[in-house]
């Protein structure tokens, strides 16, 4: 077991950050917390790490209680911050350096450790350039090699994409994955579902400094009604009789908002057919149709009853 | 040595400011100690003073000799024998003196009878005291020739008196006066000193603690295995290492402007108590960069507290022109102390008992604000660590 945490409580004042917070984490895993804005990610980290101090639970890291002189387990991790933290009057090799050196003493190792960091995160063309000097995506990669350069077993990663261009953040999700690959446990925190569902082996989603609901891509859909989602525009609604759509087998709900009809159905085959075969007996037509299978919004609509981007 | 070694970029990355307020004191203080003068006159220029001579005696040799003294004594000025020309002259200082030779006063003289010349002078004139003194000079000393001298007649007397006062002395001023001047020049280097030394630690070192303090850098520095005393010490080293590299350059400029001073006794207490105020500098500037949140803040108070106590405190004006008001407001600064010192250690004649007491007390009470303000920040630093987690 890589991290075990066992009913953390955390409060500010009258507000409860972590509600009795539980989570296990194994090697190998790139494990996501997902959750919206506020919902106690990143007070979950920083308690993780000890840099916060936290009124009830317990904390392990590699099965050895975690306090802010544990050194041992600190060398072992690497973090990436939500804000970039990094040093503006230094250069990006310097800034490199700098947090490398926290952990490897070793000047030769250090400097191939630098040089390798670099490369992977695709900077090694800035390597002069003060932080000022490089775009918000090159920044948050420097970002990122600042956290990584030492090889660390565990990466913890809060919300290492906010504010990044798309091509910077399918770069950063694949790098991510290569450093899985080469054997890092990885702790990602995003309120990007598609980032999580893209990347992490199993999820858990935070609402209320609470764990609501984990487990793997999958297996967090299926804990949800909800099988299909289908999307179909109508170009002439005033003919349309919701009831009779509402009468086919599977369906959960239909709503029609303006030209667009949403339906959503439990799992099971030939959902679509039916509706399309009414509409055009009906004499309805339509322009563009969606099929998709439920996302982890939708997991999280209908366990809090509100949308993860609110 | 992560720490120390970025401690050190930041400040080279910060050189155009802190080098500013040291090429200032550098300009300053070398143009301000050569071009300083002495108050005190080092030259000697004999001078002579006008008198008014009215003669109403009758011509004699005596007489012609003794006018003749007067007229290398002083300068002989014509004026008409009227009451109210010769008080105007008086009045009007172009005349200090005026000197009346009564009728029959050589043949009295000579005759060895009691004689008295009539003088007129303004008050308490030390112009007409000289002239007195000259004037009994010469008639004491003719006196001694006639009554002890083979003298035979009044040309033999009026040649021996002349013979006697030809002679001249040369004069050579014996004074400390340029031990003083070098104390004096050092000793407005070394006040000046802590304006700049004060505005340079308090840029440098708020500038690091500007980037250390930052939360989100300092959360990466504690959630890495650097532990916090080897993460503090590092701090502390490289604030130290800072101020005592300052303070190095501004003591060995010192030596290049006057070395010789600088050896002695008094140059090594000049060198004391400024390393001294500098820890105290120091100290007062980590304590002012756990308070200042910005950079724009950051000028602002390095300019206002260093030009600030350095006028209060007698470092631009001496502590003698300010106010005792003034005086005592400052009192409560180290700077205030470290001028005291300097200007004590300065202006001693000799370094020895209640003099190097009180000096040595002066330092001590730097040392003690130093100390005092160091124990307040880190009191600071622990509520604030306690607050953050």
Redo the contacts between chains.
């Keep these: 077991m890589v991290i075990k945490i066992k009913n953390l409580v955390k409060r500010y004042g009258d507000l409860i950050a972590l509600d009795h917070l539980n989570l296990e984490v194994q090697k190998g895993e790139i494990f996501g917390l997902l959750g919206p804005n506020g919902s106690g990610k990143t007070t979950a980290i920083n308690c993780l790490l000890s840099l916060l101090k936290y009124d009830k639970g317990e904390i392990e890291i590699y099965d050895t209680p975690m306090h802010p002189e544990a050194y041992e387990i600190k060398k072992r991790i690497g973090l990436v911050m939500q804000n970039v933290a990094v040093f503006n009057e230094l250069t990006v090799y310097e800034n490199i350096d700098y947090f490398c050196g926290l952990y490897i003493s070793d000047k030769q190792k250090r400097r191939q450790l630098v040089e390798e960091a670099m490369d992977f995160v695709g900077i090694k063309d800035f390597r002069k350039f003060t932080p000022k000097k490089l775009s918000g995506g090159l920044l948050r990669r420097l970002n990122i090699a600042c956290g990584i350069a030492h090889k660390p077993d565990l990466i913890i990663m809060d919300e290492p994409t906010v504010a990044v261009d798309p091509q910077s953040r399918n770069s950063i999700l694949e790098g991510i994955q290569k450093l899985n690959a080469a054997g890092a446990t990885i702790i990602y925190t995003s309120h990007y579902m598609e980032e999580v569902e893209q990347i992490c082996s199993r999820i858990a989603i935070m609402d209320k400094g609470k764990v609501i609901a984990s487990g793997s891509n999958d297996s967090l859909k299926e804990i949800i009604k909800t099988g299909e989602h289908i999307s179909i525009e109508i170009l002439n609604p005033q003919n349309l009789d919701l009831d009779e759509i509402s009468d086919f087998a599977n369906i959960l709900s239909v709503d029609l908002s303006g030209s667009q009809l949403t339906i959503k159905s439990s799992r099971g085959k030939n959902n679509l057919i039916p509706i399309l075969d009414l509409l055009k007996h009906r004499d309805i037509q339509i322009g563009k149709v969606f099929s998709e299978p439920p996302t982890l919004n939708d997991v999280f609509l209908e366990i809090t009853g509100k949308e993860l981007r609110d | 040595m992560?720490v120390y070694?970025?401690f050190f970029?930041?400040i080279l990355?910060?050189r155009m400011q802190i080098s500013i307020y040291l090429i200032v004191f550098i300009v300053l203080a070398v143009a301000f100690t050569a071009s300083y003068t002495s108050p005190v006159s080092t030259d000697f220029t004999e001078s002579k003073i006008n008198i008014a001579l009215i003669n109403e005696d009758e011509d004699s040799v005596f007489l012609d000799g003794f006018i003749a003294y007067l007229t290398v004594n002083a300068n002989l000025v014509n004026l008409p024998d009227d009451p109210q020309s010769l008080q105007d002259a008086l009045f009007f200082q172009e005349v200090d003196y005026i000197l009346r030779i009564p009728d029959g006063f050589s043949q009295d003289f000579l005759a060895g009878q009691t004689v008295s010349l009539e003088k007129t002078a303004a008050p308490n004139s030390t112009s007409a005291t000289f002239m007195d003194l000259r004037i009994n000079q010469y008639l004491n000393t003719a006196q001694t020739y006639l009554n002890y001298g083979n003298v035979v007649s009044q040309y033999e007397l009026v040649s021996s008196l002349q013979n006697d006062f030809s002679n001249s002395s040369s004069v050579t001023l014996n004074s400390h006066t340029d031990e003083s001047d070098s104390a004096e020049k050092m000793a407005y280097y070394y006040n000046f000193m802590a304006y700049s030394l004060f505005a340079i630690l308090i840029l440098g070192v708020c500038a690091v603690m500007l980037?250390f303090n930052?939360s989100?850098?300092k959360?990466?520095?504690?959630?890495?295995?650097?532990?916090?005393l080897n993460y503090n010490s590092q701090l502390v080293l490289g604030s130290l290492s800072f101020a005592v590299l300052a303070w190095l350059l501004m003591v060995a400029l010192s030596f290049i402007i006057n070395s010789d001073f600088m050896f002695s006794e008094k140059g090594l207490l000049l060198i004391l108590n400024s390393f001294v105020f500098t820890m105290s500098a120091l100290s007062i500037s980590f304590f002012i960069s756990n308070l200042v949140k910005s950079r724009s803040a950051m000028s602002a108070v390095a300019n206002v507290f260093a030009l600030g106590t350095s006028f209060i405190s007698g470092v631009f004006v001496e502590q003698v022109y300010l106010g005792d008001t003034v005086l005592s407001i400052a009192s409560f600064t180290p700077t205030y102390w470290y001028v005291k010192a300097n200007n004590a250690i300065t202006s001693a004649s000799s370094l020895s008992g209640s003099t190097l007491t009180d000096i040595l007390t002066w330092i001590a009470l730097v040392l003690g604000f130093g100390i005092a303000i160091l124990g307040v920040t880190l009191v600071l630093l622990k509520n604030r660590k306690v607050e953050a987690?």
């Design positions: 992560q070694k970025a970029k930041i990355k910060n980037v930052d989100d850098i959360k990466r520095n504690f959630a890495s295995p650097l532990k916090t987690r």
